[in-house]
Nanobody
Framework: QVQLVESGGGLVQAGGSLRLSCAAS????????MGWFRQVPGKERDFVAA????????YYANSVKGRFTISGDNAKNTVYLQMNTLKPEDTAVYYC????????????????????WGQGTQVTVSS
């Protein structure tokens, strides 16, 4: 069994920064992509950012481009999300995801790309 554990969420004022971390534990596996999604109550879980380990390519939702940065360590199945210039609309539960599939019909910004999900960490941005 693979577990993804997120940390780093919290309460921050608008304009502030937070850094989320996600680490995999449990059964050894190789991830080929890792990503972050977020969800607010009553809405779909939305893509935020992803990284594909094979070429290091990163993907971002338009709403976070230029403010958020995804990075990580492939060998450790660890991924980070540096969030700067936070806005109240960034308030959500943030979920980490990992894909163990080297080849997939789904792009890294699609939920269906991912096999494993964390429990989520709350990020609240006050105005």
């Amino acid at each position: 069994q693979v577990q993804l554990v997120e940390s780093g969420g919290g309460l921050v004022q608008a304009g502030g920064s937070l850094r989320l971390s996600c680490a995999a534990s449990g059964r050894t596996f190789s991830s080929y992509a890792m990503g972050w999604f977020r969800q607010v109550p009553g809405k779909e879980r939305d893509f935020v950012a992803a990284i594909k380990w094979s070429d290091g390519h990163t993907y971002y939702a338009n709403s976070v481009k230029g403010r958020f940065t995804i990075s990580g360590d492939n060998a450790k199945n660890t991924v980070y999300l540096q969030m700067n210039t936070l806005k109240p609309e960034d308030t959500a539960v943030y979920y980490c995801a990992a894909s163990s599939r080297q080849y997939s019909a789904y792009p890294p910004f699609a939920k269906t790309r991912y096999d494993y999900w964390g429990q989520g960490t709350q990020v609240t941005v006050s105005s």
